[in-house]
T-cell receptor, first 114, second 115 residues
């Protein structure tokens, strides 16, 4: 059963506007969350992460928000650029176990329209 | 650094044949992961190794799948016999395991098609 869910398979946004990608998880033991970005014919690349002790982490145009009570996180991209068009995967892990393995969602394909 | 290197990039084979996928992790990384990507289930963890030792293989679909890591710089994922439902993109990833969480670094994947 999917422990990390991305319910929107695709999203289209105009260049310059905000892109919001959403992710839900079911395992309350998850304590570290990541977003990966994937271009066609390439492997996923790490984008941004957040620990469960925080509710927000920002890196340039990218901000991740975590709502632990709702078991929900989101990725905001502002402003969106055509080069941001890719598939975005949400991932989670139980960092305190040191196991290091990630559980991924099914991905959201973002298209930024010039 | 060259990153995680996977081979081949594409593999087309007939049902019943043996398939071997290869991976060279980033030097110094002590964790290695095999993932499978499908449209329905996204990225699924198949197996991962720590210091060349398999830690969790509960994601391996069935006995037809096996993985080895004979040394710190090489791993294989073998499917024998292959079936059409094994068609997917297979990713290898590696990471450092010590200290604060170290994100996984992925290879470019092997696209497997079983006809």
């Amino acid at each position: 059963d999917q422990q990390v869910k991305q319910n929107s398979p695709s999203l289209s946004v105009q260049e310059g506007r905000i892109s919001i990608l959403n992710c839900d998880y079911t395992n309350s033991m998850f304590d570290y969350f990541l977003w990966y970005k994937k271009y066609p014919a390439e492997g996923p690349t790490f984008l941004i992460s957040i620990s469960s002790i925080k509710d927000k982490n920002e890196d340039g145009r990218f901000t991740v928000f975590l709502n632990k009570s709702a078991k929900h996180l989101s990725l905001h991209i502002v402003p969106s650029q055509p080069g941001d068009s890719a598939v975005y995967f949400c991932a989670a892990t139980v960092d305190q176990t040191g196991a290091n393995n990630l559980f991924f969602g099914t991905g959201t394909r973002l298209t930024v329209i010039p | 650094d060259a990153g995680v290197i996977q081979s081949p990039r594409h593999e087309v084979t007939e049902m019943g044949q043996e398939v071997t996928l290869r991976c060279k992790p980033i030097s110094g990384h002590d964790y290695l992961f095999w993932y499978r990507q499908t449209m329905m289930r996204g990225l699924e963890l198949l197996i991962y190794f720590n210091n060349n030792v398999p830690i969790d293989d509960s994601g391996m679909p069935e006995d037809r799948f096996s993985a080895k890591m004979p040394n710190a710089s090489f791993s294989t994922l073998k499917i024998q016999p292959s079936e059409p439902r094994d068609s997917a993109v297979y990713f290898c990833a590696s990471s450092r395991g010590e200290g604060t969480y170290s994100p996984l670094h992925f290879g470019n994947g092997t696209r497997l098609t079983v006809t």
